[in-house]
Nanobody, 123 residues
Framework: QVQLVESGGGLVQAGGSLRLSCTAS????????MAWFRQAPGKEREFVAA????????TYADSVKGRFTISRDNAKNTLYLRMNSLKPEDTAVYYC????????????????WGQGTQVTVSS
C-alpha cells in the first residue's frame, strides 16, 4: 500500500508558476513509476506527466510540454510538478499516482492515487 498526499495548489494569474508536491508513505517510493494527472470540471481525468522510478526518463502530454517539469526526490519520498507559463485551461484538480509496473499514460495503469490539489489559473 502507498499513501499519497498532494500539496502546493492554489490560485495564480495566467503566466504565473506553481510547484506541486506529492509526498508518499508506505511501501518504498523509489520502486514506483509516478505520474501527475488532472481533472477539470465536467471532463475526464487526463494524463499530464510521468517519471520512471530512477528518474532518468520522463514523458509529458503535448499540452504541457515545455511548460511543466516533473521530478522526484526518492530520498524524500516526494514527487514534484513545476508548472510555468500557466494558462486558464490548466485549471483543474491535480492528482499524483503510483504504478508498481513503471509508467503509463492511462489512469487504469495506476494502483494508488492521492486526494488531489486544486489549481486555478485566472485570466
Amino acid at each position: 500500500q502507498v499513501q499519497l498526499v498532494e500539496s502546493g495548489g492554489g490560485l495564480v494569474q495566467a503566466g504565473g508558476s506553481l510547484r506541486l508536491s506529492c509526498t508518499a508513505s508506505g511501501r518504498t517510493f523509489s520502486y514506483y513509476g509516478m505520474a501527475w494527472f488532472r481533472q477539470a470540471p465536467g471532463k475526464e481525468r487526463e494524463f499530464v506527466a510521468a517519471i520512471i522510478s530512477s528518474a532518468i526518463r520522463t514523458t509529458y502530454a503535448d499540452s504541457v510540454k515545455g511548460r511543466f517539469t516533473i521530478s522526484r526526490d526518492n530520498a524524500k519520498n516526494t514527487l514534484y510538478l513545476r508548472m510555468n507559463s500557466l494558462k486558464p485551461e490548466d485549471t483543474a484538480v491535480y492528482y499524483c499516482a503510483a504504478n508498481r509496473d513503471g509508467i503509463a499514460t492511462m489512469t487504469g495503469e495506476y494502483q494508488y492515487w492521492g486526494q488531489g490539489t486544486q489549481v486555478t489559473v485566472s485570466s
